[in-house]
T-cell receptor, first 114, second 115 residues
């Protein structure tokens, strides 16, 4: 079956540091890939997505590139802020984001210190 | 700003009691998903619907859980009887099946504690 593996953390960085959160996946089909973010006490919000190989998703300074050859979708940001502190989930779906359930990684807790 | 709403936001109950969680999907969305989040298992898909029809509930304990969509504006998840191991945050999400670019939108969740 499908699966997503990501570093669980917590990952602690100083403000303005460079961020990378690794995510790799296994899937039987041609998945769409997502990063969701969860702030304390809230639901999940879509951060970015990519639906085919070599696509780059980007939003709020975050980027991730769909790498089929390495089955990866690593999340990056050049300069993090305290407000980026949250839990980040990598996820996939095998047939369109709205049509089938998402398979999630365990989540990475990110802590940004001033 | 369209949002998925869930009620109640918090629920504390005793083992053996029935629990009903409700979800109002975004107007116009035709897919609805239920997920459960626990520290141990992370986020798991419990069930999902397309055009109000259940498509997959293989992630749900059949003997005690049930999910329904009485109409297009309401989805329910029931646990009867509840057990302490059901304590978790339950999320509802909605979306459309118009293609690969569609996104699932999550509600704020129902935090359930079964004593």
């Amino acid at each position: 079956g499908d699966s997503v593996t990501q570093m669980e953390g917590p990952v602690t960085l100083s403000e303005e540091a460079f961020l990378t959160i690794n995510c790799t996946y296994t899937a039987t089909g041609y998945p769409s890939l997502f990063w969701y973010v969860q702030y304390p006490g809230e639901g999940l919000q879509l951060l970015l997505k990519a639906t085919k190989a070599d696509d780059k998703g980007s939003n709020k300074g975050f980027e991730a590139t769909y790498r089929k050859e390495t089955t990866s979708f690593h999340l990056e940001k050049g300069s993090v802020q305290v407000s980026d502190s949250a839990v980040y989930f990598c996820a996939l779906t095998d047939s369109g984001g709205g049509a089938d359930g998402l398979t999630f990684g365990k989540g990475t807790h990110l802590i940004i210190q001033p | 700003d369209a949002r998925v709403t869930q009620t109640p936001r918090h629920k504390v109950t005793e083992m053996g009691q029935e629990v009903t969680m409700r979800c109002q999907p975004i107007l116009g969305h035709n897919t609805v998903f239920w997920y459960r989040q626990t520290m141990m298992q992370g986020l798991e898909l419990l069930a999902y619907f397309r055009n109000r029809a259940p498509l997959d509930d293989s992630g749900m304990p059949k003997d005690r859980f049930s999910a329904e969509m009485p109409d297009a504006t309401l989805a329910t998840l029931k646990i009867q009887p509840s057990e302490p191991r059901d304590s978790a945050v339950y999320f509802c999400a909605s979306g459309t099946d118009r293609g690969r670019r569609e996104t699932q939108y999550f509600g704020p969740g129902t935090r359930l504690l079964v004593l």
